[in-house]
């Protein structure tokens, strides 16, 4: 449930469901998300999930911080029962032309690349958000000897569709971008793809995500 | 074919095309843009007898060169800044706020903004542009909206879809006022700063960083200092959000800004200021002052009344 309800600036709500970052916590932000996205409520133009807040940020032309928090404060979010949520399997080449951070990782977990990749392998995720960058999702969580910072440095340029792990999560950079966190593998597929205007985004809060490796011919000859 | 046209002579440094922006998309990454002064942006289409929400030419500092062919309409610049408009053998220095007719072979010249950032390029009719989420506005960073979601380019064609047939010439005498105070309310992660940090924050004074662009703003100057954390869990954000990162130098969020962080917020813009705050070009100095939210929606209240105003009276 929603512990508390703030204003972020004069424009949005900050409704806050706690500190942890777990699936239960996320899963009623997602509720809340997905209730008040259906119901378009007047003056709402924004909902931004993340792991413990949902911030809701609206038209102030139209709406205000009070009309807005008064509504969110008597939604019933258990109306919405069809969280609609899907399992992926997402498909990683590991190769070292993609596994940059490998050694890096190696030295960090103190794990061989054997150790790591079957650590992170054929294991279910959840996706607590989707951000940062479009289409970038969130997903947890990686077992705790697999937990690592990101790079000191960011790198100025991250090859699109690299998958990365920071702390307890793995991500996938939907488009090339700066970014810091540490390299494993690279998919075949598009997990943005803005020609798709209803569904952009191939992952999205609430689904699990499972990571197949592919060898480097079967990634080459995945799109023919 | 269209029978009318813009080519590009010079591009400028970041001329894009913008509208209102598209909303509903922050959960899937995608942010607002839209035109940075959405004040001037307005006034550019009414100035040229568009529908507000047309589609207009945004350049920042180095404005575009551009040659128009086709049937005679009107343009409108809008802000504060320095351009000319060719015609056959002369040149006149042109004026913001004033309609100009414009005619085959016509040329129009932005030089540059003047002490300001971002402005207007609006002309009588529609450009045939590519709409995604019901805007053209371009994202550089996602590559979303029209050209591509690439900036304008040296040699490139502009179509239009249709021209205006109201060709009447407007005139507005509006002036972008400068504000010396930035108006903020007070952040959801105020607390993690030290009393010494909250008391720069509100009394010091900082400047625009040459590293600003749609996506944000850097400030530098005195560092703000954190004494909880200098991270946390990554959450939502909207434009204006002032983000402290563990450097102590603050960022504020703009139109094309990431849509989570995990910085802590030690301010937001208040709505009022947005369109002026985002006109400060680097080497401007700024100060914060603390506003409470019914007084911030008492002010955007009118702010949005003069910009009807304003747009009633062209």
Same mark, same amino acid.
């Given at each position: ?95 070292? $032309? ?31 958000? *989707? ?34 792990? %920071? ?47 592919? %060898? ?9 | ?13 970041? *001329? ?28 550019? $289409? ?93 994202? *550089? ?152 939210? *019914? ?20």
């Amino acid at each position: 449930m929603i512990k508390n309800i703030s204003n972020l600036g004069d424009a949005a709500l900050y409704c806050d469901f706690g500190n942890e970052v777990n699936k239960s916590i996320n899963s009623q932000v997602i509720k809340y998300f997905k209730t008040i996205k259906e119901k378009k409520f007047e003056g709402i133009n924004n909902l931004t999930p993340s792991y413990n807040k949902l911030i809701i940020s609206y038209d102030l032309k139209k709406t205000n911080f009070k009309e807005v928090k008064n509504y969110v404060e008597n939604i019933n979010a258990q109306d919405s029962n069809d969280i609609n949520s899907k399992k992926l399997e997402i498909p990683v080449c590991c190769h070292e $032309n993609f596994s940059m951070d490998i050694k890096r990782l190696e030295e960090i977990l103190k794990l061989s690349r054997e150790k790591i990749l079957d650590n992170f392998l054929n294991k279910e995720y959840f996706c607590y958000m *989707t951000g940062f960058i479009a289409g970038m999702p969130f997903l947890g969580d990686l077992n705790n000897n697999m937990r690592a910072q990101r790079l000191e440095t960011p790198r100025v340029k991250v090859p699109k569709n690299s998958v990365a792990l %920071t702390e307890q999560f793995a991500s996938i950079y939907t488009f090339e971008s700066p970014g810091g966190w540490n390299i494993i593998g690279n998919t075949p597929i598009d997990i943005f793809d803005s020609s798709k205007e209803d569904k952009p985004n191939l992952i999205n809060p609430g689904d699990t995500v499972i990571f197949k490796e592919i %060898t480097l011919d079967q990634y080459k000859n995945y799109n023919e | 074919m269209s029978s009318n046209y813009l080519d590009i002579i010079r591009p400028g440094i970041n *001329t894009t095309f913008q509208d209102k922006g598209r909303d509903h998309l922050y959960h899937i990454g995608i942010p607002f843009s839209g035109a940075m002064d959405n004040r001037n942006y307005l006034i550019a $289409n009414k100035l040229v007898n568009n529908n507000l929400d047309s589609a207009v030419i945004e350049f920042a500092y180095q404005g575009p060169h551009i040659k128009y062919s086709g049937e005679k309409i009107n343009f409108a610049i809008t802000g504060d800044v320095i351009f000319s408009i060719k015609k056959k053998d002369t040149e006149i220095e042109g004026k913001c706020y004033e309609s100009y007719h414009i005619e085959n072979g016509d040329e129009i010249n932005i030089i540059s903004t003047n002490k300001s950032v971002y402005g207007y390029l609006a002309l009588g009719g529609e450009f045939d542009l590519k709409f995604q989420w019901n805007s053209c506005s371009i994202n *550089t960073k996602a590559k979303i909206g029209s050209n591509d979601g690439k900036k304008l380019d040296l040699g490139q064609r502009i179509n239009f879809k249709k021209i205006n047939s109201n060709k009447d010439i407007k005139k507005t005498n509006y002036i972008n006022t400068k504000i010396e105070n930035i108006r903020v309310i007070k952040g959801t992660n105020f607390d993690y700063f030290s009393e010494e940090g909250k008391k720069i924050f509100y009394e010091k004074e900082f400047t625009v960083s040459k590293l600003s662009d749609r996506m944000g703003m850097r400030l530098e100057g005195p560092k703000i200092d954190n004494i909880v954390n200098t991270n946390i869990k990554s959450e939502g954000l909207i434009k204006g959000v002032i983000q402290v990162p563990a450097d102590g130098n603050p960022i504020i969020m703009l139109s094309d800004h990431g849509t989570i962080g995990g910085y802590p917020k030690i301010g937001v813009v208040a709505s009022v200021d947005y369109d002026r705050l985002v006109q400060m070009s680097p080497g401007s100095k700024i100060k914060f002052k603390e506003i409470n939210l *019914t007084d911030a929606e008492t002010l955007f209240k009118l702010y949005e009344m003069e910009t009807q105003n304003l747009l009633s009276q062209i």
